[in-house]
């Protein structure tokens, strides 16, 4: 079939080449439509559902809502399990369904199961919403705003009201985080202390207020002629008006609501603050849609601020549109990558014409880059695979190794056209094109295809590696696969219009390969007189690359150099915004002052439907830098880092936002040894927990034993004594809705400013909300009138509270953790089990799980090891294909060693940490090492077979010294076109591929150095050719069948 | 020998090959880590002993073992925004809180006119009896001298002056009575302002330039014998209060709160009858020495509060503040503290999480 594809090509030249060119029109179309991203989407499938709660404990919130949720969503088509915390006033469920679910759907399936719960809820408790679906990324923009003339209310009014809602319907844009700012309530504060002058109580004025506001239809009149809406008008909207409103009518005294409090437009009890540049602001996260293109989003955010920009500078208030934009990531490593194919191109070329000394030569190969790499962008973007650093970098790998193909295939018909051209009576071009491209069919063929083939288990990687890692995998793979094609049809095709010109083929070999022949022949033929010292000199060489293997660290991703850093800093649970806000303040001015640091916010708290659902003791910040290179960016981070570490009282981790994504993706604990106790009661869990911890610490190589209790915060706990309650007359409820009003607030009705909707909220003013005694004061008036104080009813006193529950698949959780050192993990986790079983007594409620990352490891590791093993039987069955002997195929598998030393001294020499991105390498490397090798032996194979040749010292340096240009081109074409990435790999969108690029140079250079010098040595010695194999008799015929059918 | 040196060389490199492989294969980790966490060990065990040395010589006081402070370097200090105030002592006079309205003296001069009525009916009463025992006298001696009166006309003077005595005395019984109930009613205090016409008190309170009163105090509280000034005010603010001055204590309890009741009196007349006002009375009548710990130093923490003091440049001690007296604006405390001490008025719960840093959550929980 092969050799038809190539006959064709050869023969339709011009039908290929002009399908060619269409492709690459139409490719070019489709890259102008196409959408850029930075990371492909690496979260889990997840549905995350928040429900808030506001007044309720952790404790109330878990019972009360995640318990109902939870209830009603498991079982699930999908689902993989449900995660869930109960925080003071927030309750956030996070389903995480199986990969191969529709995510659309899962949607779909959780918003029916949750229609209907609201009425489950207690009262109080807003409707549990779908946080929007959201990109892995997230973030697309952070902007903030600040101003000297508008008050925080005023500024997140204009948030809330007029700029949201405009970002919002941005295409692509999911939903606005808005920290900070206040949101305008009108309030009616009541004076607890007015209300025990004029002897009325909480709910009188409540009940007042609500029947004074609030917005209503009121119907409408029909008559035979017309209908009629019926509109009111004249409720109190303003804080004037609604002081008006009548409390109590007692003969002619008349009191008014304005006579017991203070009506006036005030800020909402807040959630959570934010600063810009330590300036109090408010500060909007753009969240991407799923699937969405960031740079197409941020473009139309920036279009939609762009609108408001003039009309802010007249009010006063600062737009500060640049605190943080992914899309200046995507843009500089775009360019970088660009740089990098020019450079890497421009180098092509230019060891092309050094080593075929033909332009033509080197057209015709170069030409493979661009349809390879259009080829595999046009069926990625037709697969819904949008562009993003993975697949460029996947390109980018390949980018040196696409054009080996068409480089071994234009180097033989140009070798065999040259010698064609040397004989005295030539063969035709068609019939010498058409066997030299046969002749490395079969090499090119095999080698491609186990190239492709080593790079499958890196698409059956689980969990976020795999997900990163698969659009780079198949872009590799289908870069690879397009080459392969190319090399088949339009490199032939190629080579028949440009080099059938015989007139400009020279019969003498490119100067280069002239002078490096005899030298290569000479240093081959001293080495090969040697062949014990020289095996045993490359097995000591080999053995110490792999020693050095274990003396590597290890990352999962590099440091990304996005030229912004994310600040996480907490302090003890119960920290106020305020003080949150203030330590902000200081790190921040701190920050400012490093050189290259452009601007900063900060957020503390937390945003309706926000991705983090941390306390007030919680603050982000953005860090943006000014531009600068890597090594810039890492002096910049080494400098905060000093500055949190030197900080009291906070605990802080900063990290590049794409890291920081991909962190909170992989969630839990990642320590080797995790013990999980689920159980009903949390005291028994605690016990539990404490006991497991006491036996895991006792366990021979247990270190650093941790009992995970989520931290407590803080709380006034009110213990109502229903004895006094009873002797007063009151009852709990009673207390408990003058409670919530004073400092809950009750939202009694909404009033309307222009197209504003604003509550209306009956709570005590802000003065009277901050000390414990203010809450022991809080006048309670009994159903007879006694004015009394809550402390008269109540014992309050400040305890510690849960600050967050957690629940596994609907139950409740305490975790114990620990590292292991000094012994084996398996022994450790059997002895483990074995004595918490024998030490700890659990009830029938009460069981543990053993788990932790190591046993996570070994799982993923297994599923790649079966991968791996699967993939290299398919790998060595190909190589057996291709050289038809078990023998030459374990000589071949030799250079698997010879390349893994030079990567892993790549390795050392840059930082030696090996990443994922490090193991892609290696994988590369072997793929692109293996074809060097089936290179080589299968023209020895050739040379037997085929020509007859003896096997023995000349055939094999003769053999070497035929291949040496074709295997150094194609060596030093790689190595050079990934040279600029790994020269530079400190710097935006080389990050990844920079490592993986080191590695594949330092192997290249390894491998061909010993597969040139060494190879043919063992070969010589070990290795063996048999002319008699039928299989060879068969190719003859097959092809002596194919040229019959020329022209 | 030659080949013996060879076979050692050989052995040698077998040996270090085998321990380069074997031990990161057998435990699992590579060297690097291994060296790490030997590093981190050592590290680990030099901070312990160091820190073992530094609780030795601190003999401050412990909660559950722990030292209460916190190390922290005076460049720290400022970067961090900590703010210190000098403590200086303070005289405070501890007062409850209580609710105060304003009484009709409506009632005081009802009773002011009913007792004059009765001590005009017992006048009358008086004069009648005196009257009737004089004509009683007068026929007793005409008749003992003259013998012209009959005996019947001295029964009927007799009976008649009997009757003018009875109703004499039901008049000083009314009367009495009476006073009797005012006392009960308002206690000896202002029932003597009533009874004594020429009370200035109650000149005043009729002429509204005073005016009276009732406090009912906390369910719980006793007002102190030596309180004579307490201070009210019509808006609940202490700093707006105002002297009112003991009356008396009041026997009819507060229909709204039923704590003990007692009446003073204010020198003003702006107050009108009903309204209900915020009193402060003092527990004590003579101040008490210590030191004002505002607000904003105050940190809760395990059932208390607490406030954090520098001990010297790095160190910060965290004292106790439940022995103090919640006040309008923080805390007054008598004990643990000495003037001069500098107090962290601003970043106390930045040490609090400094000394609980381990308890703070990490990145990797969630």
Known sequence: MLSKLVAFSVRFRGVVVALASLMLIYGAYKLSNASLDIFPEFAPKQVIIQTEAQGLTAEQVEILVTQPLENALRGLVGLQSIRSQSIPSLSVLILTFYDSTDIYLDRQLVSERLLGLQDKLPAGVETPVMVPLESSSGTVMTIGMTSERHNLMELRSLVDWTLGPRLLSVEGVADINVFGGHERQLQIQIDPNKLAQFDLSVEEVTQAARQATGIMGAGYIENPNQRLALQVIGQPLTAEQLAKVVIRKNGVDILHLGDVATVKTAPAPTIGGAAVGTVPGVVLMVIGQYDAETLAITEGVEAALAEFKDGFEAEGITLHDDLFRPANYIQSSLVNIQEHLYVGGGLVMLVLVLFLFNLRTALISLTAIPLSIMAALIVLLHLGININIMVLGGLAIALGEVVDDAIIDTENIFRRLRENAALASPRSTLDVVYDASMEVRSSVVYASFIVMLVFVPLLTLSGVAGRMFEPLGEAYILAIFASLLVALTVTPALCHILLANKGDISDREPPVIQWLKPLYGRTLRRVSQAPRMTIAGVLIFCAAGVGILPLLGGSFLPELREGHYIIHTASLPGTSIGESLRIGGEIEKRVAEIPGVRSTSQWAGRAERGADTFGTYYSEYEIDLEPMDGAGQQRVLDEIREILEAFPGINSEVNSFLTERIDETISGYTSPVVVNIYGKDLEALDRKAKEVAAVMQDIEGAADVQLRAPPSEPQLEIRLDLDSLAFWGLTPKEVMNTLKTAYDGVTVGQVYEGNQVFDVVVIVPEELRQQPRHVRELPIRAADGFMLSLQDVATIQQVSGRHAILHRDAQRLQTVTSNVSGRDLTSFFNELRERVHEEVEFSADIYPEFTGAAIAQAESREDLIVHSSLAGIAVLLLLFLALRSVRNVTLVLINLPFSLVGGVIAVLVTNGVLSIGSMVGFVTLFGITLRNSIMLVSHYQYLVVEEGAQWNLDTAIRGAQERLPSILITALVTALAMLPIAVNSDNPGREIMGPMAAIIIGGLVSSTILNLLVLPSVMLRYGKFNRQENETLTIKRARSQHRSELP | MASRNKFSLWLTLAVLLVVAFGVPLATDKSWSSLIDAGVER??????????????????????????????????????????????????????????????????????????????????????????????????????????????????????????????????????????????????????????????????????????????????????????????????????????????????????????????????????????????????????????????????????????????????????????????????????EFEEGESLVVAGSQMLLSEEFRWQILDEDDD
């Not at chain 2, 400022?78 to 210190?84: F, H, K, T, V, Y």
């Not at chain 2, 013998?147 to 019947?152: D, E, R």
């Not at chain 2, 002429?207 to 105090?217: E, G, P």
């Not at chain 2, 202490?238 to 001055?245: P, S, T």
């Open chain 2, 42 to 335: 050592y590290l680990d065990a030099a901070e312990r002993a160091s820190q073992i040395g530094e609780e030795e010589e601190d003999d401050g006081e412990r909660e559950n073992g722990q030292p209460m402070r916190v190390e922290i370097n005076d460049e720290v200090k400022n970067s961090a925004g900590i703010e210190l105030m000098n403590l200086q002592q303070d005289i405070y006079y501890p007062e409850s809180r209580a609710y105060a309205s304003v009484v009709d003296v409506r009632d005081l001069i009802q009773w002011r006119t009913r007792l004059k009525q009765l001590e005009l009916e017992l006048e009358l009463a008086q004069m009648e009896e005196k009257a009737q025992l004089q004509e009683l006298n007068r026929l007793r001696k005409l008749a003992e001298a003259t013998g012209s009166i009959a005996s019947k006309n001295i029964n009927y003077a007799e009976s008649n002056w009997q009757q003018a005595r009875a109703k004499r005395e039901a008049a000083e019984l009314t009367l009495e009575a009476a006073r009797t109930e005012l006392i009960q009613s308002w206690g000896a205090v202002i029932a003597s302002w009533v009874t004594d016409p020429d009370s200035k008190e109650f000149e005043r309170l009729v002429t509204r330039q005073d005016t009276l009163i009732q406090i009912t105090l906390p369910v719980a509280l006793s007002l102190p014998a030596d309180v004579n000034v307490i201070r009210v005010s019509r808006q609940g603010q202490r700093e707006n209060a105002r002297k009112a001055y003991f009356v008396s204590p009041a026997f009819v309890a507060n229909y709204a709160a039923q704590g003990e009741t007692y009446y003073f009196k204010m020198a003003t007349g702006k107050l009108r009858l009903g309204m209900r006002l915020h009193a402060w009375i003092p527990r004590n009548a003579e101040g008490l020495k210590g030191f004002f710990i505002p607000e904003r130093a105050i940190v809760w923490y395990s059932g208390k509060p607490w406030t954090y003091v520098q001990q010297d440049e790095q160190v910060y001690r965290r004292r106790p503040l439940d022995d103090g007296e919640s006040v309008t604006g923080g805390i007054f405390i008598q004990s």
